[in-house]
């Protein structure tokens, strides 16, 4: 399959720092808070992510506008190559609507995409509701798409919050909190599905240490096996890192066939599966290395013919 008939979307992580300390942050390391890509290598990648047909890119990682002016700049390097973005924020600087109508505008005349906008009972522990409210107002008003992720564990105590993105009428999609990072540690609340296949998309992920990860949301934390680790750009070009992702077997077969029948071929009850969220299975699977093991030595033999 040639270069032109891929479809490359990336999570970009400028910087790893943050204006507040969420409990559940999923992307929090704390060995590398502060951390920030160099301006110019930044600008340097995203050219090349254009010559090797990326098309989309989410600022992403701690707080992306709390480096205003660098961003803006990426932002218009990415309109200049026809790359759709999106900058993912907590809203912090959605105060009053003054400064949130400047901030949006900005954004809006640097090429701007889409806003995310991230919403929780435990970022609304630092960033007021209000915030939120000035946010959306100012994205209507200026005519840039926006979404906000309600990151739930799907507990009474967020039902308030979810109240209030519906009486609001905002474009709002619920996110399963990710057990990783600071929420690691969460207890996790039972749950049982109606046995879905859990299919994964699988945006990679670039840190501002320029390492590649095939997972945006998980793909950091598997210590035990590294599964999701592609390499550094210093030692490979962009195109490299996305083939090693596009080559894999298992994880063309996380996004075709789903975890699902990945762990029931493995050996996984079924009673079991649906207990499970899909980043909880994922984990399951692949951050051991005796399921992992049995995952490789099974895709290339019977794993790729378990289907209906």
């Known amino acids: 399959m040639s270069i032109m008939n891929k479809i490359r979307n990336i999570a970009f992580g400028y910087s790893t720092k943050c204006n507040i300390r969420c409990e559940h942050c999923v992307a929090a390391d704390d060995e590398s808070a502060d951390a920030i890509m160099p301006f110019d290598t930044a600008k340097a990648i995203i050219a090349e992510m254009a010559a090797c047909n990326v098309t989309g890119i989410s600022f992403t990682a701690g707080e992306p506008l709390l480096f205003f002016n660098e961003i803006s700049h990426l932002i218009r390097l990415c309109k200049k190559h026809g790359i759709y973005t999106r900058v993912v924020t907590n809203g912090h600087w959605a105060g009053n609507r003054q400064r949130s109508d400047n901030m949006v505008s900005k954004l809006m005349q640097s090429g701007l995409s889409q806003l995310r906008i991230s919403c929780s009972r435990w970022h609304q522990k630092h ?109 490979h070009n962009i195109d490299e890192l996305f083939q090693k992702k596009e080559n894999n077997i298992l994880y063309n077969l996380i996004r075709t066939m789903g975890l699902t029948n990945m762990a029931a071929y493995i050996g996984f009850k079924a009673s079991d599966i649906v207990k499970y969220r899909k980043c909880q299975l994922c984990e399951k699977l692949f951050n051991s290395a005796e399921n992992l093991r049995a995952l490789e030595n099974a895709a290339i033999s019977g794993l790729i013919n378990w289907t209906r």
């Open 127 to 235: 960033i007021r509701r209000g915030n939120i409210v000035n946010a959306v107002a100012s994205c209507k008003k200026y005519g840039l798409d926006y979404f906000i992720s309600f990151v739930t564990d799907f507990s009474k105590q967020d039902d308030a919050f979810e109240q209030f993105l519906r009486d609001n009428s905002f474009k709002f999609f619920p996110e399963p909190l990710i057990y990783s990072g600071r929420a690691k540690g969460f207890n996790r609340s039972g749950i049982f599905t109606d046995y879905p296949p859990n299919l994964c998309a699988m945006n990679p992920y670039l840190s501002p240490e320029l390492d590649m990860f095939a997972c945006c949301d998980a793909g950091t934390h598997f210590t035990e096996t590294g599964f999701f680790y592609l390499g550094n750009h210093k030692d």
